[in-house]
């Protein structure tokens, strides 16, 4: 097989990578703020994953333009579910947030299971999508323009995200949350307001994700507990906490994953992103880019 | 790290006195700790659970038997959560690696499939210090040990699912033994497990190591202020919980005489001692128990449910388990079982309220 | 005299807020000394330093000789140096006698004579009988005695006490003094106190030190040091 093959499956696995950081990143962000682990996570992605799909085959429409729908949505559920339920356990012992979010979990599961099935959201995407065709050249590499506008639209969410954090009032106060809440609450700021709001962000982005990952129809994880599996692994090889480090685990598990399809057999590129997450765990648990304590 | 030999040699020769110490004890605990309903209301359980075979039809006998199962799980479960502080979400991997090994032996070297169930609980055992290695390094939150076991376990799990060796999607079949279509054996057998399990349980809770862990669970600052090591004690509590939760999988192998990555490996599988351990009571002895009683035939009515049906109500199982989850963690972390015994009356106050002298 | 614990140059900062600067001292094996400062002074820290809780930025921390700073806290423990808590720490939900067992187990193998030692280390600390008690329900004078009687049943060399006499009555504060110099004497234990207070030490530490921000005061008052 010649280089340019290696370079596109490469860049492939690139591509995805940026969507599967973007999942990761709410992750990390809800745990840093709220230190919650929040199982939910792939019952909310699979849930954007959903809403494009659903968009993409009643209305022929562009999945993309689901995501400000669904982010929207899941932001308001988000910020309500934490207001009203989550901010109730966040001083409560690890194991009880833990068994909250997991309840969460199963709930959304069997929620998703009695909304409208649709078509195999991968060819409605298709359909839906750029009608141009579906190949972009530039150099050696062969771009898929879906997979393409995935990784795009993660990195300008990423991008985004960032300078919220950094520059943006409310950003910069849900930091404060995170690094000190005593002293955070101190300062006048409203603890339970901000991390619901970065419960609701989180959870947005766990939507966006989602829709961003119904774009590819080779994106096989469909069911939330492979979505929840994908954030963790992700999360772990950056190093929870860790913006970079989720980028840098999202890419790592969709090079490897691309590879390992492609080198060895397709069913055993789920097995790629389990064995990366591995060797991390065993050379270094924290993460890539985390800190331990 | 490991254990020296002598100390495993005579841990072992000592072992048949000891649990018959702890079985001793268990029931003076029990004694001194119910009230006069408590104890009629436990002999009434007791002995209606060793004559079920004679007055309960078979389908009730299969419903005990699954209750009993979730029950024997649920201990080793919540040995590693209630007691040790460390929350399980891949205890299907320990439960699978029996059930696996009782397979393969089962299918493959004649010898039928005790040599697999010898060797499973040592095996369970090692992925248990493993996983606790992983999961339990200096410098890493709590959580982390749980998110290393989902995901080890939805590995080995996808592992299964592909290789054909380990019989793939379909899974293993075992072939028929003698006691096949006679529950009443199987029914025994889990009883029987199941009292060992609460043995053991006691035994470990009353020893040097079940000092440490409480103390871990605790307070850990505390705790390694004192001299306890945290790491060496929670690889310990996963190695013995794995090892305690290996049996459950070789007694599903030979009951259900087929193991699949799905059904033995899946996070439900996982999920099932969570849920009763969390019903019934994390950190106590009988919580776990409680909670089967719970668990079961809530599941089994909802199953009827959704066969009666029209529609597909498929989805109520995870509902309705997420909902008692939610509901358990915001209403009652204690679990059922403190309410219960104090509503019934069943249990005497602690001794320092009784007024009894210290 | 034998130096049992030596601070070189130990410093400690929070993002950026100095929590210890540059503390060195030596204590002598069967002295009894005192840290006195108020609130936020740092004593707590250097305790935590010590008991390595904390690691240090800077210094050495040196036990009998070993190198000891950075060393986690299990270590620390199995070495010799124990600790009562401000707010005392208990194990809420084990019992009294529970509490101290656990201590007493760092160096019983056999738990019937690690009960043994507990009760015999309850006796004397007036919790004996409250043995079967959940520690989460004594009231604070008890659980900072409870915290005391764990500790002391690690048999250390050398016992770090952060405000043990503080919130006590005068009587109960010279009950618990003598109770604690009866300890020392018998077993030859060394005492790191940290109060706020230098009238409430008077009695137990034969040598005072000042710390304020994190910095150690010379003490010209203080009498020279001599074990109790």
């Not at chain 1, 910020?79 to 969460?104: I, M, N, Q, S, Y």
């Not at chain 2, 053991?200 to 020893?207: A, D, G, Q, T, W």
């Not at chain 3, 601070?7 to 005192?34: H, I, P, Q, R, Y």
């Not at chain 3, 124990?82 to 201590?103: H, I």
């Amino acid at each position: 097989m010649s280089l340019a093959f290696y370079l596109n499956i490469v860049m492939s696995g690139l591509l995805t990578g940026l969507v599967y950081g973007l999942a990761a990143l709410g992750l990390s962000l809800i745990f840093t703020v709220t230190r919650i682990v929040n199982f939910a996570h792939g019952g909310l992605m699979a849930f954007g994953l959903w809403g494009a799909a659903a968009l993409a085959a009643r209305h022929g429409a562009d999945p993309l333009l689901a995501m400000p729908v669904v982010a929207a949505g899941l932001f308001l559920g988000g910020f309500l579910l934490h207001r009203l339920l989550l901010g109730r356990v966040a001083a409560a012992p690890e194991h009880l947030r833990t068994l909250t979010t997991l309840g969460l979990a199963l709930i959304l599961s069997a929620g998703l299971a009695a909304l409208p099935a649709t078509a195999p959201p991968g060819a409605a995407v298709a359909a839906a999508a750029s009608p141009t065709g579906d190949g972009l050249t530039f150099g050696p590499f062969l771009f898929d323009r879906i997979e393409l506008r995935a990784a795009l639209m993660a990195g300008i969410v990423t991008a985004l995200l960032v300078l919220f954090f950094n520059l943006g009032r409310t950003g910069k106060a849900i930091r404060a949350c995170a690094d000190n809440p005593f002293g955070a609450r101190l300062v006048g700021l409203n603890l339970e307001r901000l991390q619901a709001a970065t419960f609701g962000l989180g959870a947005a982005i766990a939507g966006i994700a989602g829709c961003l990952l119904a774009q590819s129809d080779s994106v096989r994880p469909h069911s939330a507990s492979d979505f929840l599996a994908l954030g963790l692994i992700v999360a772990l090889v950056g190093g929870l906490g860790s913006v970079e480090g989720a980028l840098l685990g999202g890419v790592a598990v969709g090079v490897a994953e691309s590879l390992g399809g492609a080198l060895l057999a397709p069913p055993l590129k789920d097995l790629a992103g389990y064995a990366v997450v591995l060797l991390v765990l065993v050379l270094r648990p924290q993460g890539l880019l985390g800190h331990s304590e | 790290m490991m254990p020296k030999r002598q100390d495993l040699v005579r841990l072992i020769e000592t072992a048949p006195g000891r649990l018959a110490r702890s079985a001793a004890d268990l029931w003076r605990d029990w004694v001194d700790a119910t009230t006069w309903r408590g104890k009629t209301l436990g002999v009434l359980v007791l002995l209606a659970l060793a004559t079920l075979p004679a007055w309960g039809g078979t389908p009730l006998v299969a419903a005990m038997i699954a209750v009993l199962w979730l029950a024997y799980a649920g201990q080793a479960w919540n040995l590693l959560a209630g007691f040790a502080g460390l929350f399980s979400l891949g205890h299907a991997l320990f439960i699978g690696i029996g059930a696996y090994l009782a397979a393969a032996f089962a299918l493959h070297g004649g010898l039928g499939p005790w040599p697999g169930a010898l060797l499973a609980v040592p095996a369970a055992a090692l992925a248990g210090a493993g996983i606790g290695a992983l999961g339990c390094r200096a410098g890493l939150k709590g959580v982390h040990f749980t998110l290393v076991t989902l995901i080890l376990a939805e590995a080995v799990r996808l592992g299964a699912l592909h290789l054909d060796g380990l019989g793939a999607a379909a899974g293993l079949a075992l072939p028929h033994p003698a006691t096949a279509g006679k529950p009443v054996a199987f029914y025994y057998a889990i009883l029987i497990l199941t009292g060992l399990a609460l043995v053991v349980v006691r035994l470990l809770l009353r020893s040097r190591l079940g000092y440490r862990w409480l103390a871990l669970r605790e307070d850990p600052g505390a705790a390694a202020a004192s001299g306890i090591d945290p790491y060496r004690a929670r690889v310990a509590a996963a190695t013995i919980s794995a090892a305690l939760a290996a049996p459950a999988g070789v007694f599903l192998a030979l009951y259900l005489r087929h193991v699949d990555a799905e059904q033995t490996l899946s996070l439900s599988r996982s999920l099932g001692p969570v849920l009763g351990a969390a019903l019934g009571g994390i950190g106590t002895l009988v919580g776990p128990v409680l909670g089967a009683f719970v668990v079961v035939p809530a599941d089994q009515a909802l199953t009827w449910l959704i066969g009666r049906s029209h529609h597909d109500l498929s989805a109520l199982k995870p509902l309705a388990a997420g909902l008692a989850l939610v509901l358990v963690a915001v209403a009652a972390p204690g679990g059922l079982w403190p309410g219960l015994a104090r509503r019934l009356g069943l249990l005497k106050p602690p001794p320092d309220q009784r007024g009894d002298a210290a | 005299m034998t130096e049992l614990l030596s601070l070189e140059a130990v410093s400690k900062n929070f993002d950026g807020v100095a929590a210890v600067v540059e503390v060195s001292l030596t204590v002598a094996a069967g002295a009894s000394v005192a840290l006195v400062g108020s609130g936020g002074a740092g004593k707590t820290t250097l305790l935590d330093l010590i008991a390595g809780a904390l690691r240090p930025d800077q210094g050495h921390i040196r036990f009998d000789g070993r190198e000891i700073a950075g060393l986690p806290p299990e270590r620390v423990a199995a070495l010799g140096i124990a600790r009562a808590f401000d707010p005392p720490r208990p194990f809420p939900a084990l019992s009294v006698e529970d509490n101290v067992v656990v201590g007493a187990l760092l160096r019983e193998r056999s738990l019937t004579e690690a009960r043994r030692q507990a009760l015999a280390l309850l006796e004397p600390l007036g919790l004996a009988a409250l043995r079967h008690r959940p520690a989460a329900s004594l009231q604070p004078g008890e659980r900072k005695r409870l915290d005391l009687a764990r500790a002391l049943a690690t048999r250390p060399r050398l016992l770090l006490l952060d405000e043990i006499l503080a919130e006590a009555s005068p009587d109960e504060a010279a009950a618990l003094a003598e109770t604690l110099r009866e300890f020392a004497r018998r077993d030859g234990l060394t005492l790191l106190l940290a109060e706020h207070d230098r009238h409430t030490v008077a009695a137990l530490a034969g040598r005072v030190l000042a710390l304020e921000h994190g910095t150690l005061e010379p003490d010209p008052g203080a009498p020279a040091e001599a074990p109790p």
